[in-house]
């Protein structure tokens, strides 16, 4: 257990729908990043939060949004979803100051039919 | 612009061998490299990291080396065994103004008893 947390484990939506998908951070960390895998695929960077703040942004699209707040958890918001949206979503959390080591979550299995 | 090379794609090997994974990264200021093992449906775990004031680190039967003046670093597993069989992805930091790993496009090793 990496001690970053996610919920939900599985999501079941439509087309055109928004769904949110949330993050706990281990103890301590102040660094959040969302990545997408879809499947056999690797893991694609989409968004890192420091203390609340963004500082990166990677291939994330414009219909995709996410959010640290003050208790540092984070949430990805992914509207107007399609098909192609299925996938693993990963929260990682690590220092940020430095200590580039992160942990990853169980992910999040968003499958869009 | 950021990169990080991996190769193989795919490595098969017989139980009891060794295998190896090489990347490369394309950022002379990366100065961590971690390498993390996901089995399917898993997180990414974090299994050993290096930093770029040294050249090689063992952890039991895994090892990493790295050659900053080349740029690039390996993942060495001896004595593999049906356990070992995963995606491996590499990583390097980037350290500008945020602490963010680019990652390699992972490869799937295949232990065969």
């Known amino acids: 257990d990496s001690g970053v947390t996610q919920t939900p484990k599985h999501l079941i939506t439509a087309t055109g729908q928004r769904v949110t998908l949330r993050c706990s951070p281990r103890s301590g960390d102040l660094s959040v990043y969302w990545y997408q895998q879809s499947l056999d695929q690797g893991l694609q960077f989409l968004i890192q939060y420091y203390n609340g703040e963004e500082r990166a942004k990677g291939n994330i699209l414009e219909r995709f949004s996410a959010q640290q707040f003050p208790d540092l958890h984070s949430e990805l918001n992914l509207s107007s979803l399609e098909l192609g949206d299925s996938a693993l979503y990963f929260c990682?959390?690590?220092?940020?100051?430095?200590?580039?080591?992160?942990?990853f979550g169980p992910g999040t299995r968003l499958t869009v039919t | 612009g950021e990169n990080v090379e991996q190769h193989p794609s795919t490595l098969s090997v017989q139980e009891g061998d060794s295998a190896v994974i090489k990347c490369t990264y394309s950022?002379?200021?990366?100065?961590?490299f971690p390498w993390y093992k996901q089995e399917l449906g898993k997180r990414p775990q974090l299994i050993i990291d290096i930093r770029s004031n040294v050249g090689e680190k063992k952890d039991q039967r895994i090892a990493v080396t790295l050659n900053k003046t080349a740029k690039h670093f390996s993942l060495h597993i001896t004595e593999t065994q049906p356990e070992d069989s995963a995606v491996y992805f590499c990583a390097a930091s980037m350290p500008y103004n945020t602490d963010k790993l680019i990652f390699g496009t992972g490869t799937r090793l295949q232990v065969f008893p």
């Open positions: 990682a959390s690590s220092t940020g100051q430095g200590g580039y080591e992160q942990y």
């Open positions: 950022d002379s200021a990366s100065n961590y």
